[in-house]
């Protein structure tokens, strides 16, 4: 039995989560939460494929479940705000996938390894199982980020307490100053987070994971990042997405944590995180809005 609480935030991707709900099955967790958005009130077919995802969490073992349906279908970052909140009122400590994903046997023990090596740690905030950099073959299995990937992760609540979409407590004139605590010095870089924050601030991007990572920032939390990727994101098979697709490295096994003695951030590694996720024209941009907040929606 796997006795860390698991939280899937899903919608309307089937065929997907079933294929999530069997590698969560082979770990036999002993909580398992359910957060599952609504499809808007007109897309009848989408309410169909919804009820369908909600009814792949039958466990066959001994486990506590405890589900969230929505009856109004909230959004992306609306859901994730309220799942979390949900999930962490329960628990204090737990691991969050979501229904394209798709993680390793690998994933589930480093999440659950990482999340007692650093539970008192205040510097660390989010446990990434993801990685979108080469394997480097670094002498520890993991690094410290100040980009914390979201597609399947692990955290504390006592980390995740404060989070606010509406980003009350940063401006846009102390943003620069978080930026440089965690070595983005360059101006086209803090410069392209001071844009983000006015695109959020102005509701027109719907894109949580800025939050998410500003959140960090204003707590001075560092990521932990697996020198391996151990969770695929299967939303990037869309052919519209061939650039985010690419970010998708092959899942590794991990079967030994060789810890850092040095809580460092890696500064070079985020340098090249940004140019190949963050970085990109003004089309490239657009295209990405389009399809995580109305094509994928």
Not at 211 to 221: A, K, N, R, T, V
Not at 240 to 268: C, F, S, W
Request: net charge positive; hydrophobic share 40%; proline share 4%.
């Amino acid at each position: 039995m796997f006795d860390v609480p698991i939280l899937v935030i899903a919608y309307n991707r089937v065929e997907f989560t079933h294929d999530l709900f069997t590698e969560i099955r082979k770990m036999h967790p002993t909580k398992l939460y359910v957060a599952a958005d609504a499809a808007p009130s007109e897309e009848r077919i989408m309410a169909r494929q919804c009820l369908k995802v909600r009814s792949v969490f039958m466990p066959e073992w001994p486990c506590e479940l405890n589900e969230m349906h929505l009856e109004k279908h909230l959004g992306k970052s609306q859901i994730f705000l309220q799942a979390m909140n949900w999930f962490f009122e329960r628990e204090t400590e737990g691991i969050v996938l979501f229904d394209d994903t798709l993680p390793s046997a690998s994933f589930f023990h480093y999440c659950k390894e990482m999340l007692d090596h650093f539970r008192d740690d205040r510097r660390i905030g989010h446990i990434s199982g993801c990685n979108i950099l080469k394997y480097r073959d670094l002498p520890t299995s993991y690094y410290f980020s100040a980009y914390p990937c979201p597609w399947g992760f692990a955290t504390w609540r006592d980390r995740w307490q404060g989070f606010d979409l509406k980003m009350r407590g940063i401006t846009e004139s102390t943003l620069p100053e978080l930026t440089k605590e965690h070595y983005i010095l360059k101006n086209k870089t803090v410069q392209f987070w001071i844009r983000r924050y006015r695109l959020l601030s102005q509701q027109q991007i719907d894109i949580w994971e800025y939050q998410y990572i500003f959140h960090l920032w204003q707590m001075g939390m560092l990521s932990v990042n697996p020198d391996m990727n151990l969770v695929e994101n299967r939303g990037f098979v869309n052919k519209k997405k061939r650039r985010l697709r690419k970010l998708n490295r092959p899942i590794g096994k991990l079967d030994h944590i060789v810890h850092n003695e040095v809580v460092e951030q890696d500064a070079k590694a985020d340098r090249f995180i940004f140019r190949r996720y963050f970085r990109m024209d003004r089309m490239t941009f657009l295209r990405r809005w389009i399809e995580e907040n109305i094509l994928n929606d």
